[in-house]
Structure formats: C-alpha cells, structure tokens
C-alpha cells in the first residue's frame, strides 16, 4: 500500500502511540482535580506546554490546547470579531482559505461584518500590493493561511507582517496546519504573527488535539465558556494524552526538518517532472509552492475516478481537499485560480510526509502510465 493523502492526515508516529497508550493507562485523572493524581495530570500538561513553546520559541502562556485546527481557525477569526467589535468590522482575508476561515469569515458576514477577500494570482499566491490597498480605519483581523492544502501555494507571511508592522492594531492570523515540519515557519518575538493555528494529526500527533498560539497581550474572546480551563480562554476537559503525544510528535516532526522538507521535495519534483511528459495531464502546483503538496488533473477523468483506479491498485490520494471532497464541492482554490471548471473537476491531489519514499514515487508512476493508456483507449 502507499499512502500519498497526508495533507488530509498522517499516520500516527509509532513512538507518539506508544505515548498515548501510556498516559491513557497511567494518568488518567483530570487535570482539573486538586487530588495527586490530577496533579501529575496538570503537570505533564504543564511539561507538554513547555515543550511546543521551547519548540516554537514562544513562551508557555502564548500556547493554547484545542481539538485542532477547525477550532483553532474558529476561535481565531470569531474570537477576534466578538473582541474587537467596539474597534471594527472589517475583516482581510483570501479567496483560498480553508473552510475552516472561509466559513466562519462568511458567517461573520451574516452578522453585518465587512469582509475584502484578496485574489490569488494563477501560481494561488496573494498580492502585497492588494493587502496595502484593502487595509482600512476599521480592519480589526487580516487573516491569510500559510500553506494551501489543495495546491501547496506558500504566501508571503513575512511580507504580510512586515505591513502589519504599520498597523499595530490589527490581529494577524495565520492558519499554519499545512506550513509546521512542511516550510520554515517562525514565530517569537520579532515575528508580526498574533495567532497561528495547528493540528497535530497533520504532523503524525492523533486527531482531535491541536494548538493555537496567541501572542502575548493579544486579546480574543473565547467561544467555549464552563469549567475555566487553557487560563479561562477554552474550557473543556483537557486530552492528557493527546497533548502530551502532540508534544512528542511535534519535537519528532521538527528533528532534522531541513532533511525531511528536501526529500519530499526531490520525490514532489520528480513527480511533477514526470507527470508534465504526459499531453493531458495539467499541474496546478509550482516547484515554488510546499514540497508536500502535488495538485494534477488528467483532462477528461473526473477527479474521483482516477481516485478510485489509484485505490483499486492500493495507491490512496485524494481529490483536492479531503474536507471538501465527500461534500462534492468543486476545489475553491482552483476557482480562485482561474480554472476553469472543466479542468478542476478532474483534480486530485497527491500529499506526502516525510515517511514517503522515491520507490513509492515510481510505482505511483508506473501505475499512472498503465491508467493513463487504459483511459486514453476507452475515450478512444
């Protein structure tokens, strides 16, 4: 079997599991509870906090546990509009977001918020010279993701901040679900960055834990109110296993990152090399964009056809986005991209992580070839 769909999700790291299962079996109490036990819970909580703080080179009060990246993306966009209400309602963002942002942006509408979204170029890449002109006396949030899941476009945090700097009012939300182990990502205190959203199971953690960090003297207002957990700011019995293997995992993914990013990259490259000899296959993604990410359509196939041909053959992709795929929704971001309809219908996306290997990369392209003639001949 190869597993080519890790933008979607990865397997969980043997040592991580290992993690899991051993919290679960040994600190089960509730980190809330004033007994030993709930002490050693809130402790090892405590140290998992640390550790993705140490990792991201921010400070322990600036990390937040979540369910991952919905929720954080969520309490982003949403905690800042109820925060900032008094000051705004204009809120920055792009025509590529994922749903997480887009939906809750579009929701926000519904309550009277103004919203300017930034169109993308064709490489999926947003202007600076947009951002400057969009920003307003009432922008209270610019929120722009740092990886695209569907086509692995990369935008220009940096640039972003540096005009932000101007604005100190503003918040600046990074949705980073796609960028952390992917791309080099900076955060600390010369970054502009207010909030950056993460989810562990996009970088071999589990699902249903994720992170969100919030820079210090940043306010948002919080969107689960009861028992006072996360400093008042997200109530809700912590996953002590979940964010003790998410600490784990995250130290693991970010070891040798450099190394990892560049193996992707050279078997990505070399699939998009391949992939362009072939006359009917079109590629979305650039050798510019995330070395994880693969975005290709074979003109005339349905994106969900090749799909399933891949997976009769045990070769598991995805069409575009996993969370937008089983809802039938044309890709968003290709839209957004200019492409026409015709073509996007037929996109399918191929997402590594850093498990993957060239051999894997050949067979894909072996299988592809005998598709590719089995198709032709049935158009033929």
């Not at 000051?87 to 809750?104: C, D, L, M, R």
């Not at 947009?130 to 009432?138: F, G, Q, S, V, Y």
């Not at 249903?208 to 997200?234: C, D, S, V, W």
């Not at 000899?277 to 994880?292: L, Q, R």
Request: glycine share 6%.
């Amino acid at each position: 079997m190869i597993y080519f769909d890790n933008s979607a999700t990865t397997y969980v790291n043997e040592e991580v599991m290992q993690t899991i299962i051993e919290v679960t079996k040994s600190i089960n109490a509730n980190p809330s509870s004033i007994h030993e036990l709930g002490n050693r819970a809130a402790s090892l909580m405590h140290q998992s906090r640390m550790q993705i703080a140490s990792l991201l080179n921010v400070t322990p009060e600036e990390i937040y546990f979540t369910s991952g990246g919905t929720e954080g993306d969520n309490w982003a966009v949403k905690g800042t509009a109820i925060e900032k209400k008094a000051y705004g309602n204009h809120i920055i963002t792009t025509t590529i977001e994922h749903p997480a942002v887009n939906e809750s942006i579009r929701q926000l509408e519904q309550f009277g918020f103004d919203v300017t979204y930034l169109p993308v170029d064709k490489n999926g890449v947003i202007s600076i010279d947009d951002l400057k002109k969009a920003i307003r006396k009432d922008t209270i949030l610019v929120s722009v993701m740092a990886v695209n899941n569907e086509v692995g476009s990369i935008q220009p945090i940096n640039e972003v901040g540096e005009v932000l700097k101007e604005y100190p009012s503003i918040h600046f939300h990074v949705d980073a679900v796609q960028a952390i182990g992917k791309v080099p990502f900076l955060l600390g205190s010369n970054s502009r960055i207010d909030i950056a959203v993460f989810s562990s199971h996009k970088f071999h953690g589990p699902k249903g834990t994720g992170f969100i960090y919030l820079k210090k003297g940043r306010k948002i207002a919080p969107l689960l109110n009861g028992g006072g957990q996360e400093n008042r700011m997200r109530s809700g019995t912590e996953n002590v296993a979940g964010i003790a293997a998410t600490g784990k995992a995250l130290r693991l993914v970010l070891t040798d990152a450099i190394s990892k990013q560049e193996k992707q990259k050279n078997i990505r490259d070399y699939l998009i090399s391949e992939l362009s000899g072939y006359k009917k296959v079109v590629i979305f993604s650039t050798e510019a964009g995330a070395p994880h990410i693969l975005c290709f359509a074979l003109k005339g196939i349905r994106g969900e056809v090749l799909l399933h041909a891949f997976e009769s053959e045990s070769i598991y992709i995805s069409t575009t986005s996993a969370c937008s795929s089983k809802n039938k929704r044309n890709s968003t971001t290709l839209s957004a991209m200019h492409v026409p309809d015709s073509i996007a219908v037929d996109a399918v996306r191929v997402s590594l992580s850093d498990t993957n290997t060239m051999q894997e990369a050949k067979q894909f392209l072996s299988i592809f070839k005998i598709l590719y003639k089995k198709f032709q001949s049935i158009h033929a």
